[in-house]
T-cell receptor, first 114, second 111 residues
């Protein structure tokens, strides 16, 4: 079984709809992240959480919200989807050892907003 | 301002030869660097990393070189195999959660 899973894997929605992308992990990591990837760009950080009670905005958080329901679950919501939120979304978890952090990614959710 | 740059969007290499993927960065505060490999319809997979206290790190066929004075790192794959065909991202951080990713290089290994 995959260590980091994302549901759904693909989603088509309409402008103005609210949608939720879910992420679960079995790695036992405290830290979780949401990124988006757009064509020709690297991954950009939307939100991150260092534990259940700690949630922080990343560089492109506008239009998004998150919920950390448990150590293993981190959800990303688009309150009112717009076409420029069409992208590939990745969840990640991380392991911090000796001051060095390595992030592990889920398989991604491809979102199309019409 | 792109702090981490991968200037080659694509690279083709013959099977068995060396693949060299390059990455340049501008922020001298970066002290931890990583390479990820991404296949279509999958998430990025961690490949190899290097701390700024080192200039080389090896893991099997993969070697990462870091030249701090030039703010340049490279990933060498020897020998290249068709299964290495993927998009490779470099990422840099200041040892904390915040990764800055490059835009990726698509490697194609020709059989």
């Amino acid at each position: 079984d995959a260590d980091v899973t994302q549901t759904p894997r693909n989603r088509i929605t309409k402008t103005g709809k609210r949608i939720m992308l879910e992420c679960s992990q079995t790695k036992g990591h405290d830290r979780m992240y949401w990124y988006r990837q757009d064509p020709g760009l690297g991954l950009r950080l939307i939100y991150y959480s260092f534990d259940v009670k700690d949630i922080n905005k990343g560089e492109i958080s506008d239009g998004y919200s998150v919920s950390r329901q448990a150590q293993a679950k981190f959800s990303l919501s688009l309150e009112s989807a717009i076409p420029n939120q069409t992208a590939l979304y990745f969840c990640a978890t991380s392991d911090l050892r000796a001051g060095e952090e390595t992030q592990y990614f889920g398989p991604g959710t491809r979102l199309l907003v019409l | 301002d792109q702090q981490v740059k991968q200037n080659s969007p694509s690279l083709s290499v013959q099977e068995g030869r060396i693949s060299i993927l390059n990455c340049d960065y501008t922020n001298s505060m970066f002290d931890y660097f990583l390479w990820y490999k991404k296949y279509p319809a999958e998430g990025p997979t961690f490949l190899i990393s290097i701390s700024s206290i080192k200039d080389k790190n090896e893991d099997g066929r993969f070697t990462v070189f870091l030249n701090k004075s030039a703010k340049h790192l490279s990933l060498h794959i020897v020998p290249s195999q068709p299964g290495d065909s993927a998009v490779y991202f470099c990422a840099a951080s200041t040892g904390t959660y915040k990764y800055i990713f490059g835009t990726g290089t698509r490697l194609k290994v020709l059989a």
